[in-house]
Structures are given as C-alpha cells and as structure tokens.
C-alpha cells in the first residue's frame, strides 16, 4: 500500500539558480508491503511534477523493499525532502544511505 509522506514545491530562487522556470514539486511516498521472511515490507516512491505548458510532465521513481524498520525508512524520507531528491537521484542516495538497492 502507497501512502503519501511529504512534498515540497521549489522555491523561485531554486529555480532560477538551476535555470528553470517551470514550478516543480517533489513528492515522497511510503509504500508498505506485505512482511515475509525473504523480503523487507518498506519502500518509497519518488515523484517529480513539472508543471510545463498546459499538461504536467511527471517522473517518478519507486524501490520497494528497503527496509523493514519503519523509523528508519521515515529518517530516510526525510533526507530525501532536506535534499531535494529527485527520482533521478533516487537510486544513488539510497544506495549511498543503505549500501544497496
């Protein structure tokens, strides 16, 4: 099951110093899975929304499996929004975080 955690929209200045001018959002997601002894039961999704034209532009980026401690997946959630992950950056952060995907 996906539930949302937390979102956050970039700040004008952000976007500037990247030389965008769309608004972008990020968006972090929990998923939980049914627990087994062979596989952890938590995971995330990554969402970017790019607000060009009249239609969004959306990537988005889900591992599942990270974790079975909830605390720590919620920690890592948090790192992700400080640093303004984005789906593309995903799969390097957590590896750098949990030594893995």
């Known amino acids: ?3 949302f955690y937390s979102a956050i929209n970039i700040s004008e200045e952000m976007l500037s110093q990247n030389q965008k001018d769309n608004p972008i ?3 972090y997601y929990r998923i939980k899975n049914e627990e087994t002894k062979e596989s952890k039961c938590y995971g995330i999704e990554v969402v970017k929304i790019e607000y060009k034209d009249e239609k969004p532009k959306v ?4 591992i ?5 401690d909830e605390r720590t997946l919620n920690q890592f959630l948090d790192t ?3 640093g303004y992950v984005t789906p593309v950056t995903t799969p390097y952060v ?7 995907i």
């Open 1 to 3: 099951m996906k539930s």
């Open 25 to 27: 959002r990020l968006e």
């Open 59 to 62: 990537e988005r980026k889900t």
């Open 64 to 68: 599942e499996n990270l974790t079975n």
């Open 80 to 82: 992700l929004e400080r």
């Open 94 to 100: 957590v590896e750098d975080y949990f030594g893995k």
